[in-house]
Protein backbone atom coordinates (compact mmCIF):
# COMPACT_ATOMS: atom_id res chain seq x y z
CA UNK A 1 0.00 0.00 0.00
CA UNK A 2 1.55 3.06 -1.49
CA UNK A 3 -0.41 5.41 1.32
CA UNK A 4 1.82 3.57 4.11
CA UNK A 5 5.00 4.54 2.88
CA UNK A 6 7.46 6.96 3.91
CA UNK A 7 8.57 10.37 1.53
CA UNK A 8 11.83 9.26 1.41
CA UNK A 9 11.03 6.01 0.04
CA UNK A 10 8.39 6.68 -2.47
CA UNK A 11 10.99 8.78 -3.80
CA UNK A 12 13.62 6.71 -3.71
CA UNK A 13 11.51 3.84 -5.74
CA UNK A 14 10.27 6.65 -8.47
CA UNK A 15 6.80 6.93 -7.00
CA UNK A 16 5.34 10.69 -8.59
CA UNK A 17 3.71 12.46 -6.05
CA UNK A 18 3.54 16.39 -3.99
CA UNK A 19 6.88 15.31 -2.24
CA UNK A 20 7.59 18.99 -2.81
CA UNK A 21 4.28 20.65 -1.32
CA UNK A 22 4.82 18.54 1.73
CA UNK A 23 8.66 19.66 2.20
CA UNK A 24 7.50 23.31 1.53
CA UNK A 25 4.85 22.91 4.31
CA UNK A 26 6.83 21.24 7.06
CA UNK A 27 9.43 23.97 6.18
CA UNK A 28 6.99 26.72 6.52
CA UNK A 29 5.60 25.05 9.67
CA UNK A 30 8.68 24.67 11.05
CA UNK A 31 10.06 28.06 10.40
CA UNK A 32 6.70 29.75 11.86
CA UNK A 33 7.68 29.10 15.35
CA UNK A 34 11.24 30.75 15.16
CA UNK A 35 10.04 34.58 16.01
CA UNK A 36 7.81 32.85 18.91
CA UNK A 37 11.00 31.10 20.50
CA UNK A 38 12.52 34.37 21.01
CA UNK A 39 10.30 34.85 23.26
CA UNK A 40 10.48 31.90 25.70
CA UNK A 41 7.48 33.10 27.82
CA UNK A 42 5.32 32.68 24.80
CA UNK A 43 6.45 29.92 23.13
CA UNK A 44 4.00 27.30 22.22
CA UNK A 45 5.34 24.63 23.67
CA UNK A 46 2.07 22.20 23.21
CA UNK A 47 1.39 23.63 19.80
CA UNK A 48 5.57 22.90 19.18
CA UNK A 49 5.09 19.56 20.44
CA UNK A 50 1.52 18.81 18.02
CA UNK A 51 3.58 19.87 14.67
CA UNK A 52 6.57 17.72 15.41
CA UNK A 53 4.23 14.47 16.09
CA UNK A 54 1.98 15.64 13.11
CA UNK A 55 5.08 16.10 10.62
CA UNK A 56 7.00 13.05 11.42
CA UNK A 57 3.45 11.23 10.74
CA UNK A 58 3.48 13.23 7.50
CA UNK A 59 6.54 12.65 6.61
CA UNK A 60 6.45 8.57 7.39
CA UNK A 61 3.26 7.43 5.96
CA UNK A 62 1.82 9.71 3.07
CA UNK A 63 -1.73 9.36 4.04
CA UNK A 64 -1.04 11.46 6.60
CA UNK A 65 -0.63 14.75 4.37
CA UNK A 66 -3.94 16.21 4.48
CA UNK A 67 -3.75 15.94 8.10
CA UNK A 68 -0.54 18.14 7.43
CA UNK A 69 -1.86 20.69 5.75
CA UNK A 70 -4.90 21.46 8.06
CA UNK A 71 -3.03 21.67 10.68
CA UNK A 72 -0.41 23.60 9.03
CA UNK A 73 -2.26 26.59 7.68
CA UNK A 74 -3.96 27.12 11.59
CA UNK A 75 -0.65 26.73 13.13
CA UNK A 76 1.41 29.40 11.23
CA UNK A 77 -1.89 31.24 11.66
CA UNK A 78 -1.24 30.89 15.47
CA UNK A 79 2.47 31.44 15.36
CA UNK A 80 2.17 34.75 12.89
CA UNK A 81 0.24 36.27 15.96
CA UNK A 82 2.26 35.37 18.58
CA UNK A 83 5.38 35.37 17.59
CA UNK A 84 5.72 39.26 16.66
CA UNK A 85 5.29 38.84 12.60
CA UNK A 86 2.99 41.98 13.00
CA UNK A 87 5.99 43.93 14.46
CA UNK A 88 8.12 42.79 11.50
CA UNK A 89 5.57 43.32 9.12
CA UNK A 90 5.40 47.22 10.14
CA UNK A 91 8.99 47.43 10.31
CA UNK A 92 9.54 46.19 6.91
CA UNK A 93 6.03 46.50 4.86
CA UNK A 94 8.18 46.40 1.40
CA UNK A 95 10.53 43.60 2.21
CA UNK A 96 7.04 41.40 3.45
CA UNK A 97 5.02 42.25 0.95
CA UNK A 98 7.31 41.25 -2.27
CA UNK A 99 8.31 37.93 -0.22
CA UNK A 100 4.48 36.95 0.57
CA UNK A 101 3.68 38.18 -3.45
CA UNK A 102 7.22 36.15 -4.93
CA UNK A 103 5.39 32.76 -2.63
CA UNK A 104 2.19 33.53 -4.10
CA UNK A 105 3.46 33.38 -7.27
CA UNK A 106 5.49 30.31 -7.05
CA UNK A 107 2.54 28.49 -5.65
CA UNK A 108 0.40 29.73 -9.12
CA UNK A 109 3.36 28.69 -10.94
CA UNK A 110 3.31 25.42 -9.54
CA UNK A 111 -0.14 24.67 -9.27
CA UNK A 112 -0.30 25.93 -12.95
CA UNK A 113 2.92 23.31 -14.34
CA UNK A 114 1.05 20.46 -12.32
CA UNK A 115 -2.93 21.46 -14.09
CA UNK A 116 -0.86 21.83 -17.48
CA UNK A 117 1.35 18.27 -16.68
CA UNK A 118 -2.18 16.76 -16.37
CA UNK A 119 -4.09 18.33 -19.17
CA UNK A 120 -4.31 14.84 -20.59
CA UNK A 121 -6.39 13.03 -17.74
CA UNK A 122 -8.89 16.40 -16.74
CA UNK A 123 -12.55 17.07 -18.22
CA UNK A 124 -15.84 14.92 -18.44
CA UNK A 125 -16.97 11.92 -19.99
CA UNK A 126 -15.40 8.39 -20.45
CA UNK A 127 -11.40 8.20 -21.22
CA UNK A 128 -10.14 5.87 -24.03
CA UNK A 129 -10.06 2.35 -22.77
CA UNK A 130 -11.51 2.94 -19.12
CA UNK A 131 -14.33 0.34 -19.33
CA UNK A 132 -12.65 -2.56 -18.63
CA UNK A 133 -14.56 -3.25 -15.62
CA UNK A 134 -18.14 -3.26 -18.19
CA UNK A 135 -16.53 -4.88 -21.15
CA UNK A 136 -16.11 -7.65 -17.61
CA UNK A 137 -19.62 -7.42 -16.97
CA UNK A 138 -21.46 -7.17 -20.12
CA UNK A 139 -21.38 -10.95 -20.71
CA UNK A 140 -22.85 -11.51 -16.91
CA UNK A 141 -25.63 -8.94 -17.35
CA UNK A 142 -26.34 -9.81 -20.51
CA UNK A 143 -27.57 -13.19 -19.43
CA UNK A 144 -29.91 -11.80 -16.33
CA UNK A 145 -33.30 -10.91 -17.04
CA UNK A 146 -35.28 -8.47 -14.64
Not at 27 to 34: D, E, G, H, Q, V
Not at 60 to 74: D, K, P
Not at 104 to 112: A, F, K, P
Request: charged share 15%.
Amino acid sequence: MIENQSVPFLEKHGYQGQYTLIKLTLLALYLSFIPAARRAREFPLALFALAAVIGEMAWTAIRNQTLLAFFSLSAIAINAGLGGFAHLMAARKKLVTLALGLIMLGSVYYNGREVWMRRQTGGLGLQADRDAAMKLLRPITSRVRC
